[in-house]
């Protein structure tokens, strides 16, 4: 993140973070859950609360710095995140079945003091189980997962792994596979479910929430992020926040246009134009929230504003 940020955007960052948890504090339900529509061959199909939606955004809200917080849907997101786990602290995208990623981003929404179940660490095992011949973590917690497909092994799923179970023995196998993706730059295509932004987003947040967790890899990952080209205010803040937390102010002037972007788009009622966050296989139906939109948005302004 660069040193010194004009006083103009600076400013601007404030006010925008200001209307953004304002924003935030209508678009979150009264028992703390976040809606997601998803879309079918581009029409509106269904309106969903899955805890997920709710863990990606607190996680994003939880590294800003406590004045920035929006504390009451924090602490709504995450009663409603706990309402939702399953013995032995597993979580589940209703109404398909059990699966790591959602566990994964839940538990670290929630922290490990939130239930015993976590704080004994008794889902550790049931994430450790869920991984194949090569040491990679699959989604799903069943031979199968929806939509008739089989199970299948997701880097950006498993860069959530690594940011909950740390760098460990078990993960490593792990960490060398996303690392090889990011090198070669075979990230594209590598997720049937994700962007490829989103894995590096994933991969800096666990390099500064669990490191050494893909520290060799974060110089390479620093010049993916710059190559990215945003469209939307969900990419542009992406990019934000990973140079943000690999400690990476190479590109001040990259970092500011990318902010000035998120300031040009925020809309009159303090939310972004919402943007596809995951999709189903060959996009057969396309996830978005508004909420978590804004989530992305205010962190990526707080950490600029930080600076």
Request: proline letters at 7%; charged letters at 20%.
């Amino acid at each position: 993140m660069p040193q010194m940020v004009s006083q103009s955007l600076w400013s601007a960052a404030q006010a925008a973070i200001a209307r953004g948890l304002d924003f935030l504090e209508s678009a979150v339900g009264p028992d703390g859950a976040w809606r997601c529509n998803y879309y079918g061959t581009f029409q509106l199909e269904e309106d969903r609360i899955p805890p997920f939606v709710a863990a990606l955004g607190v996680v994003a809200l939880q590294s800003c710095p406590p004045p920035q917080r929006s504390g009451n849907s924090l602490s709504r997101s995450r009663g409603c995140i706990l309402s939702h786990i399953k013995f032995p602290g597993i979580w589940r995208w209703a109404p398909h079945g059990f699966e790591v990623d959602s566990t994964s981003v839940c538990s670290l929404a929630v922290g490990r003091h939130s239930h015993p179940w976590l704080f004994f660490g008794r889902n550790v095992q049931p994430v450790l189980s869920c991984r194949d011949d090569n040491g990679r973590f699959l989604t799903w917690m069943s031979s199968f997962g929806p939509f008739g497909m089989p199970n299948d092994d997701d880097p950006i799923v498993n860069a959530n792994v690594v940011t909950y179970l740390g760098d460990r023995e078990e993960t490593r196998p792990v960490q060398q596979w996303i690392e090889r993706l990011i090198v070669e730059d075979r990230v594209p295509g590598s997720s049937i479910w994700y962007n490829p932004m989103d894995l590096y987003c994933s991969v800096s947040r666990a390099s500064c929430i669990a490191p050494p967790a893909f520290e060799t890899v974060r110089l390479a990952l620093g010049n993916r992020i710059r190559e990215f080209a945003p469209e939307t205010a969900y990419r542009a803040a992406q990019i934000i926040s990973s140079l943000d937390m690999l400690a990476d102010g190479t590109n001040a002037d990259l970092i500011a246009r990318r902010a000035e972007q998120l300031v040009d788009m925020q809309r009159a009622d303090g939310g972004w134009p919402p943007t596809e966050f995951l999709r189903a296989p060959e996009g057969s139906r396309i996830y978005v929230s508004e909420a978590l939109t804004a989530a992305y948005c205010v962190e990526a302004l707080s950490r600029l504003a930080r600076s």
